[in-house]
């Protein structure tokens, strides 16, 4: 890998991480209590937990806090689709 390379790909994790970090404090401050109902009552303590890992999942976070996700995801298997 050429020096160009490298420099390409540490500086596109670093917007990552920029993004996701500026995208965590407002998630962990409005977001969370839209995509999950049981944390809306959650204390300072949870949200600063959960942030590194907000971080790092924001794209997915985001697009589940555009779509007003409000419960938590339906879990689709071959055993829930026999019982049906």
Do not use: C, K, Q
């Not at 303590?45 to 790092?56: C, E």
């Amino acid at each position: 890998m050429s020096r160009e390379w490298a420099e390409l790909a540490v500086n596109l994790a670093t917007v990552y991480v920029v993004a996701g970090a500026l995208f965590g404090v407002a998630f962990v401050t409005r977001g969370v209590a839209r995509v999950d109902r049981a944390a809306r009552e959650a204390g300072w303590g949870f949200r600063l937990a959960i942030l590194p890992g907000v971080t790092a999942l924001w794209p997915l976070l985001a697009w589940r806090w555009w779509r007003g996700a409000g419960g938590p995801p339906t879990e689709r298997n071959a055993h829930r689709e026999a019982a049906r």
